[in-house]
Structure formats: structure tokens, C-alpha cells
């Protein structure tokens, strides 16, 4: 049994990990929510932030700037990819925009290197981040608690903007009935860009904030993809509220196992998904028929 | 153009004996012999991903899965637990992948929709983990190796596998088996039923069938086309990597079937072909050539979505075509 | 065509025209060597390398007329890092392409698929990658050669510099792969003969990018030395969260292998001070001749020193002409032969030889450092040679223990 100062920095370091899976689950739940699109591409953009991240703190030499600016020109691909790619799409089978997305992702990963190169980057965090802080029972680098602290910001900052704006009133009512919405003569078109922007802007804020941990290399994504997508179907497809703590739920489940049994580590997660599917299909937040 | 959509047509009609007369020469009209076989392997796997996806309407994102347990079924039975028959290890491997299509088709049918995608995908992800740790069974990372090229035996004769063309015509044999039996699959009144639930599940439902399970019946038998496929390979290379059956191999199976194009009979062997021809042309010339066949398999999906054979047919994609 | 190109084809031209030998060897058909490699995929750079060195050897033979009046002609194919594709492409290139011999692979896992294919298509092929099964029974053949260094050799020389000069008290983390593990068993068994203690032995599994679990634990422990194997993208991950815990200040961190392109990706703001072994590092072009001779070349020719992979790779495609003009044969079984008998050789860095129960080369390797910022020796230059650890055969397991009485 490891002693309390063990598991609390193993909770504290889930807890990291858990930021960013929220961070792209929430992205991918947006878009699916309104969209019926499942963005395979995700992992792909996530590692694009992290690339920006390298290249933009190489001109402006601000960690900050970067922290801005890279999750905004990941949002703006996406917009692009939406508006004329993936929207010729709707009104075929959902499978479809899936399929073009794999495509794309593969475009991506590909093309980092050509552009960036085959060896990875390494971006570091500012200075004044870069030490540990003494928390009492253990030190923690404090990159990391900004990373938890940033993540929940961005986490109030959305609750307010879908609960309290009209555009996001039209985005969650818009997920739950698209037909009524448009009978409203709300142009949905337009949502949809909204939306898909602002997702894959959080897959940039992931990327560029789990780039001080892990370097920035072009294969970044591909495992992350596959995990947001067990967090999604864990917390219930399209359930904002789901994915956080999906999100969460799945940092904790890979930070104790590594600890505790680290051949199960990476098979843990998966496990997870399995038992959730036999007891609560939809998932733990998910209703019932939504998406079906 | 019209002479090639005539000549596709009358293929169209009699698909399995096309297959026999084209492929027992195809050997002699390729000038990449070593390639030949390794089309009738890969055209196998995308043909059982294309039961479920282009006659089922499901999306799998996980048919390395059930290709990774054909192979590592046929290559554990032969090279660890010594069965010493070329037949018994090819039948370990398909009962295998059964056993997997099964339980994995359970669960993933336990959500409809999209999510169906997501979640073979992340199935296959766990066997490939677990793969990657069983290394007493796999050899983990370093894969399974040694797998010994029996004769064949049938009574009192025997056949080598162990040169290129020999293997290619026990491996013609054996799939050309499978598509006949893919097309008695799709005549049959189960084949209509699939169709039925691809153009609409409700209404399927509402007929009376027990859609899930007609589903799931469709995701074994899928499961046990890529599990042949699978040990094939492991025959063939003699070796069966962990990577068998990471989500790579499932996404490869996904971009040929559609470049073939999906829902018609003959679209995955096309799209088999054209992919491996693609990967080993375009990687001699160009080193980001990974970048070329994401913008091929992106630009088809958008302009091109009945793929190659589907265009030449003419078969209208949702609608069964040969 | 302007004034400067135009010259260097009236010299290429005339070379061509004074040098009979060449003219003689494009008359007959080419010695082709086939030569798979990951050029896509995570390891991308250090198949760049490796083709460069290929290529190199190529230009540099051909240039000497051939190898027994024959061109020499390398043939590379990328097996993108996944072993059925390196098993595919070896199978082309022998079948199709008619290659005589085979040189490449990068990974055990990717070597062992090729040699599965030319053992059985009887081709001599000679490894250039890390492998302790590559040459032991049951994956070896008469005709499979190991030119790189194994994890057992790696682990040893390296193990063994540590306890004796940073100190006996170790934590070890390893991926928990193939590699990783035979890196391990190696270590502990090293320390243990050293009389030093492992304090832990911690497994994470491979690609995980996430190491702060264990640090804390280690911490705690205050082990002298932290050796580590986590290869590839692991590595810049896990030495920027040891450097965010603290922990280069308060322990020597140490792993078996260095990798050049790493180097470079971390800076050496992350490697500064860490030890690490390696089979070629290009600075020593200043003490060994052989080694002066193929960094200019290279760096010549590319702009860039030469990494440790190319290297191998150098010195495979050399030794396969090296066994044909011995034998004055292409056949594999009579260059294996002659390479056998006349085992010992010198590409690019000193003296190595083949140990004929094994064909398992051996040779000196390196203990180096990562040099401080500011301290850096161009771009390249980020670390120091600390020591030459000599070839010596006590390194490897025995022929016995390879299972090869």
C-alpha cells in the first residue's frame, strides 16, 4: 500500500490528465450534440494546438500570447473544415462526416511533418511556472495546477456562455430539437459554424496545454482520439455535464492504475467503458434514444 | 467509359464466377506477383467489413480485432501449441475471431448509431493492449514468429505453401470459398433482411424482425471473414505482429472498402488493390506519401462516394449491387 | 545551366571517362541490396539517418568501381515501423526485385518479421538495429548477421559505468515492452553483481507520456541514480516532469541509450547532465581516424553530423560488399562464410568484429553527457564523450545461453 502522500499526488496528476480528456470530450460532445458529426479529426487538431503553441512562442517569445492565439487558429481550421468540407456532407449518412474526418486527420498528422519536420518540438512552460510548488504533503509542478486552474476557468466561462447568452441558448436548444429551431427561423447553418469552431478550439486549448508536459510530435493525438471518444460514450453522447466528469472519472481511473497496477493501465480505461455499457447503455449522464 | 461499365456489368451478374476466372490468372497479369496474394487477403477482410458496413449499415472501426485474432488464433495453435495441421490452425483462428466478433458485437450493439463506430474502435483498442501484455501467447511488441508452412493436407495428398504461387492458389481457394459463400449470404432471405435494416431499422423492426440480432448475426459472420483473412496472413508471413490489431490496420480496411466502394460486391477487392498499389507506388517516390492517400480517401468520401467499382457499376450507393 | 553546374558535369564527366572500373560495372547487372526502413512514422528521423549512411556506402563503393566489377545498388522501401509491412517489402524486394542481399530494419519487432522472410528465401541479411533475439536461438540463422549493439551489451557496459562512477543506489523505470523489460533484467542483475540495491523497479506502460505517478514515490526514496528506459516521445516527456519535480538536482539520471535526434528535439536545457549510452556519437572524429573519415564525408554531403543508426547502416551495406569481394562470390552462404573468416573489420569507428557462433558484431561504444546550455559545440554538439567503454565479447550472453552450443 503506498502511503497518503503517494495517492494524493497520483489523485492531483489524474486530476491533470482528466482536464485535458474534458477539454476534448467537451469539444467533441458540442459538436456532436448539435451536429450529429463525430469528429474523428479531434486528435489531430489537439496535436495541431500543441505545433502552434511551438510556433508561435518562437515569434512572439510569450507563452501567454501563444496560449491565446493557438487554440484560436485551430478554431479557425475548424471553421474552414466545417464550412466547406464537412457541410456538403449533412443530410448524407452520419457515418459520412466520420469518414471524411479519419481522411483529414491523416492529411494532418502527415502534413505537421512535412511542415515542422519529423523530429518533435518541445514547447516550455514560462518561467514563472516552470518550478514545483510545496502544497503541504507533497511538491507539485506548478504548470500543472495552472493547467487544472486554466481548464476550470474555461469550464465557467462555457457554462456561462451556453446558459446565459442567446447563442447558447439557441446552440442547447438546437441540440435537443434542430426541427423546432428552425421553425423558430433561426439560421442553424450559421450555429453550426459557431459550434464546430469553438470545438476544436478547445482541442487546441488541450493541445497547447499538454504541450509543456509532453513536447509537441505529430503521432500526439491519435491515442488521445480514441480515449475522449471512451469518455464520451462513458458520460453520455452529447451531455456536456457528462463529459466533465467522464472526463474526470477516466483521468482518476488511468492515474490509479498506473500506480497501482501499471500492466493494466492502458486496458483499464477500456474496461471502464465495458461495464458502463452493461449496466447504463446510455451512458452515465446520456438520455436515452438521443442520437440514436 | 461505356465499354468498361458493359464489361463491369456482366461481371456484375455472375460475381463468384468472375471471381474464379479472373483471379486464377491475375498471378500472370500483375507484375508484383509477392502483391497478388496479399489482394486476395486484404480484399477478404474488406469484403467481411463490408458485409457489416456496406449490406449491414454499421460502421466498424475495429476490424483489426477480429483480423488480429484470426491471425493470432491460427499462429498461437500452430507455432505454440504445436497442432501440427495446417487445417486445425486455420480453424482455430476462424473460431477465434467468431468468439470475438460474439462478445464484441454484444456489446457494441448495446448502442446504436454513431456510437456503434466509437465503440468497436475502442474494443479493439482493448485487445490490443491486451495482445501487446499476453506476450507468453503473442510475443507482445515482438510479435509472434515461426509459424510453420505445412503441407496441406487432403487424404493422401499433400500440397506446399511455401513458395509464392502455391500459396497464392491455396489462398484463391479458400477465399474464393468465402465469396461464395458471401453471395449466399446476401441471396438468402437473412441477406434481404440485412438490406432491409440498412435502408431503414425501424421499419425492419416494425416488420417483426429482431433487428439486434440479425445485426449481431451479420457482425459474426463478418468477424469470421476478416478472422480467414487474418490467418492467411499469419500463413503467409509467418509471422503475426501486435500491431495486427491496432486501430492502423482497422482504418486501412475502412479507406480500401470505400475506395472500392462500399455496398457492392466486388468494391472491397478493388479497393484492396488499389490502395496496396497506391502505398507501395507512392512510398517509393515520395516520402510523405501518407498525406497523398488521406486526400484520395477524403476526396472520395466527398465526390466520389460509391468508390471505384460502384461508379463503374453504376449501382446506386444504399442499394445491393454486385 | 549556369557556369558552376556546368563544371561539375564536365568533372563528373571526365572522372566517368578516366575511371574504366566504373564504366565496367554499369555494363553488368547492378549487386542489389534491399533495405527496409521506417521512413514514416514516429521514428522517421532516424531513418533518415539510416538512409543517408546506406547511401553513403553506396556512393563510396561505387565510387571505388563497384564491388567485383559490379554497381552497387540500395534499395530503400519503407516498412513504415510495422512488421507485416517490412515482411511485405522484404518479400518484394527479393522476389521481385531480385536483391542478393538484405540491410535494415529499425526495431526488433520489424527485424525479426524481415528475418523471418530471409531466412526462408535463404538471403543473407544483416540486422542494424537493437535486438537481443535477432541472434539467439530460435530467430537466428547461419545467415542472419547482427551489426548494431543488443540491450544485454547496452545494459551491461552502461550499467556496469554507473555503479562503479555515479553511484549503487538506483531507481529504474522502464516501458513495459520488450526492450524495456530486457533492459531491466539486465540492470538489476548488473547491480547486483556490482553490490549495489535497486530501491524500485517501476514498469509504466509504453507511450503513456505520463511519469508524475511514480516521481513522488521516487523521490521519497532518494535513490543515487534514476535509469531510465522510455523510448521515443517518452523520453523529452519524462525528463521535462523529472526537471519540473526537481529531481536533476537531487539524483544522477542515466539510460542505456542516447539518441541524437532526441537530443536535439529536448535541447540541452533538458539533457544537460545526463548520462547515456551510444554505439556512435559523431565527435569522435577527433580521436578515431575511421570515424573522421565518415563524418566529413557525411557532414559534407548532408549539412548535418551522423547520427548512430546511419551509422550501422553505413558499415552493414560495407561489410556485404566486404564478405562479396572475399568470397569474389554473391552467393549469401559463401559471403556469410567469408565474413565469418575473416571476422574482423573497421567501417567508421574503430575495430569490430563477428563472433562466428552467433555472427553477432562486436564493437567499442560510448559513454556521453549531455553538455549544459551555452555550452553546446555548435548545434550538434549537445553532448560530451565521457569514456570508451572497449568491445569485449563477456559483454553479451554466451553462445550457449543464445541457445547455439
Keep these: 500500500m503506498p502511503e497518503l502522500s503517494t495517492l494524493l499526488a497520483q489523485v492531483f496528476t489524474g486530476l491533470v490528465l482528466g482536464m485535458i480528456y474534458v477539454l476534448l470530450a467537451i469539444g467533441l460532445s458540442l459538436i456532436f450534440g448539435l451536429m450529429a458529426v463525430v469528429n474523428f479529426a479531434h486528435g489531430a487538431l489537439f496535436m495541431l494546438g500543441a505545433y502552434f503553441g511551438v510556433f508561435l512562442l518562437s515569434y512572439t517569445k510569450s507563452f501567454w500570447v501563444a496560449l491565446i492565439v493557438a487554440p484560436l487558429m485551430v478554431g479557425a481550421l475548424g471553421l474552414l473544415m466545417e464550412r466547406f468540407l464537412i457541410r456538403r456532407l449533412y443530410g448524407r449518412s452520419p457515418d459520412d462526416p466520420l469518414l471524411l474526418t479519419f481522411g483529414l486527420s491523416l492529411i494532418l498528422v502527415e502534413g505537421v511533418k512535412v511542415l515542422w519536420g519529423k523530429i518533435g518540438l518541445t514547447l516550455d512552460p514560462p518561467r514563472a511556472l516552470a518550478g514545483a510548488v510545496n502544497l503541504g504533503f507533497m511538491s507539485f509542478p506548478a504548470y500543472r495546477l495552472f493547467l487544472i486552474g486554466i481548464t476550470v476557468a474555461v469550464l465557467v466561462g462555457l457554462y456561462f456562455f451556453l446558459g446565459r447568452t442567446n447563442i447558447g441558448l439557441i446552440i442547447r436548444a438546437g441540440s435537443r430539437d434542430p426541427l423546432m429551431v428552425r421553425a423558430l427561423g433561426i439560421d442553424l447553418s450559421r450555429v453550426w459554424l459557431v459550434v464546430f469552431g469553438i470545438g476544436t478550439a478547445l482541442a487546441g486549448l488541450a493541445g497547447i496545454l499538454a504541450g509543456p508536459m509532453r ?57 471502464v467503458m465495458a461495464v458502463i455499457l452493461l449496466v447504463r447503455p446510455s451512458g452515465l449522464f446520456g438520455e436515452a434514444g438521443l442520437a440514436e | 467509359m461505356s465499354a468498361l461499365r458493359a464489361i463491369a456489368a456482366r461481371i456484375a451478374t455472375h460475381p463468384v464466377l468472375a471471381f474464379w476466372i479472373f483471379f486464377v490468372v491475375f498471378p500472370f497479369i500483375v507484375p508484383n506477383r509477392t502483391m497478388a496474394t496479399q489482394v486476395l487477403i486484404f480484399g477478404l477482410l474488406a469484403m467481411g467489413f463490408n458485409l457489416l458496413y456496406g449490406y449491414t449499415g454499421l460502421l466498424s472501426f475495429g476490424h483489426a480485432a477480429y483480423y488480429g485474432l484470426g491471425a ?92 509464392t504461387i502455391a500459396f497464392y492458389y491455396f489462398a484463391y481457394v479458400l477465399v474464393g470459398l468465402a465469396v461464395l459463400a458471401l453471395k449466399r449470404i446476401l441471396d438468402s432471405p437473412f441477406g434481404a433482411v440485412l438490406q432491409a435494416i440498412r435502408e431503414n431499422s425501424s421499419r425492419a423492426e416494425a416488420c417483426g424482425y429482431d433487428v439486434n440480432r440479425v445485426k449481431h448475426l451479420s457482425f459474426v459472420f463478418s468477424a469470421c471473414f476478416a478472422g480467414l483473412a487474418g490467418s492467411l496472413d499469419a500463413l503467409r508471413l509467418t509471422v503475426v505482429p501486435v500491431e495486427s490489431l491496432y486501430w492502423t490496420t482497422s482504418g486501412q480496411v475502412v479507406i480500401m472498402t470505400l475506395l472500392g466502394g462500399s455496398g457492392t460486391f466486388f468494391g472491397p477487392f478493388v479497393g484492396a488493390a488499389t490502395f496496396l498499389v497506391l502505398e507501395e507506388r507512392l512510398s517509393l517516390v515520395l516520402e510523405s506519401w501518407p498525406l497523398v492517400i488521406g486526400a484520395i480517401f477524403s476526396a472520395f468520401v466527398l465526390f466520389l462516394p460509391k468508390g471505384i467499382w460502384g461508379t463503374l457499376t453504376g449501382g446506386i450507393h444504399g442499394r445491393q449491387s454486385a | 545551366m549556369d557556369r558552376r553546374t556546368f563544371l561539375a558535369t564536365t568533372a563528373a564527366g571526365a572522372a566517368a571517362l578516366s575511371f574504366p572500373a566504373i564504366l565496367r560495372a554499369q555494363s553488368t547487372e547492378p549487386l542489389r541490396i534491399g533495405f527496409p526502413l521506417p521512413l514514416t512514422g514516429p521514428f522517421g528521423a532516424l531513418a533518415a539517418d539510416q538512409q543517408r549512411g546506406a547511401t553513403l556506402a553506396m556512393e563510396e563503393l561505387n565510387a571505388q568501381g563497384g564491388v567485383l566489377g559490379r554497381k552497387v545498388e540500395v534499395l530503400f522501401r519503407d516498412d513504415q515501423l510495422k512488421p507485416a509491412v517490412g515482411a511485405q517489402r522484404t518479400k518484394e524486394l527479393i522476389e521481385n526485385d531480385k536483391v542478393q542481399f538484405i540491410v535494415g530494419g529499425l526495431a526488433a519487432h520489424v527485424q525479426m518479421a524481415i528475418n523471418e522472410q530471409t531466412k526462408k528465401s535463404k538471403v543473407l541479411f544483416i540486422s542494424v538495429s537493437q535486438s537481443d533475439e535477432i541472434s539467439a536461438k530460435p530467430d537466428t540463422s547461419p545467415l542472419t548477421f547482427h551489426e548494431a549493439l543488443n540491450p544485454t551489451i547496452t545494459s551491461r557496459a552502461v550499467g556496469n559505468w554507473v555503479a562503479q562512477n555515479l553511484g549503487k543506489k538506483w531507481w529504474i523505470i522502464y516501458a513495459d515492452y520488450a526492450w524495456g523489460k530486457q533492459n531491466n533484467m539486465v540492470l538489476q542483475d548488473v547491480l547486483g553483481k556490482q553490490g549495489g540495491t535497486v530501491l524500485g523497479s517501476t514498469p509504466y506502460p509504453l507511450g503513456s507520456a505520463e511519469f508524475s505517478a511514480h516521481l513522488p514515490k521516487i523521490q521519497a526514496a532518494k535513490p543515487e541514480v534514476l535509469v531510465s528506459m522510455t523510448p521515443g516521445a517518452d523520453n523529452i516527456a519524462f525528463l521535462k516532469q523529472v526537471q519540473s519535480y526537481g529531481m536533476k538536482k537531487s539524483m544522477r539520471i542515466a539510460q542505456p541509450l542516447h539518441w541524437l535526434p532526441q537530443l536535439k528535439e529536448g535541447g540541452p536545457d533538458l539533457y544537460a547532465d545526463i548520462y547515456g549510452g551510444t554505439s556512435f556519437y559523431w565527435e569522435l572524429a577527433d580521436t578515431v581516424p575511421s570515424a573522421k573519415k565518415y563524418v566529413e564525408v557525411y557532414q559534407k554531403k548532408y549539412n548535418a553530423p551522423p547520427g548512430d543508426y546511419g551509422a550501422y547502416a553505413f558499415s552493414g551495406v560495407m561489410e556485404i560488399a566486404r564478405g562479396c569481394t572475399l568470397a569474389k562470390s554473391f552467393d549469401s552462404e559463401a559471403v556469410a562464410d567469408a565474413l565469418r573468416k575473416n571476422a574482423t573489420y573497421d567501417h567508421y569507428k574503430g575495430k569490430q568484429w563477428w563472433r562466428t557462433c552467433d555472427n553477432k558484431s562486436f564493437q567499442d561504444l560510448w559513454i556521453v553527457k549531455g553538455r549544459e546550455p551555452g555550452k553546446t559545440r555548435g548545434e550538434w554538439g549537445l553532448a560530451e564523450i565521457v569514456t570508451k567503454i572497449p568491445a569485449s565479447e563477456e559483454l553479451d550472453r554466451t553462445c550457449k545461453e543464445k541457445g547455439l552450443a
Design chain 1, 215 to 271: 513536447g509537441a510530435y505529430a503521432e500526439m493525438g491519435v491515442t488521445m482520439v480514441i480515449e475522449s471518444f471512451v469518455v464520451i460514450v462513458v458520460g453520455g453522447m452529447g451531455s456536456l455535464l457528462g463529459a466533465v466528469v467522464a472526463g474526470l472519472l477516466i483521468g482518476q481511473v488511468v492515474g490509479l492504475t498506473t500506480l497501482f497496477i501499471p500492466k493494466a493501465a492502458d486496458i483499464m480505461v477500456f474496461m
Design chain 2, 72 to 163: 493470432y488464433g491460427c499462429g498461437i495453435a500452430l507455432a505454440k501449441l504445436h497442432v501440427g495441421s495446417l487445417w486445425l490452425g486455420l480453424i482455430s483462428g476462424f473460431l477465434l475471431a467468431a468468439l470475438g466478433g460474439l462478445v464484441i458485437g454484444f456489446f457494441c450493439l448495446r448502442r446504436r448509431g454513431i456510437y456503434f463506430a466509437m465503440l468497436t474502435l475502442a474494443f479493439a483498442q482493448l485487445l490490443y493492449f491486451i495482445g501487446f501484455h499476453l506476450s507468453d501467447w503473442t510475443g507482445g511488441d515482438d510479435g509472434l514468429r515461426g509459424i510453420p508452412q505445412l503441407a496441406l493436407g487432403l487424404g493422401p495428398w499433400r500440397y506446399q505453401i511455401d513458395t
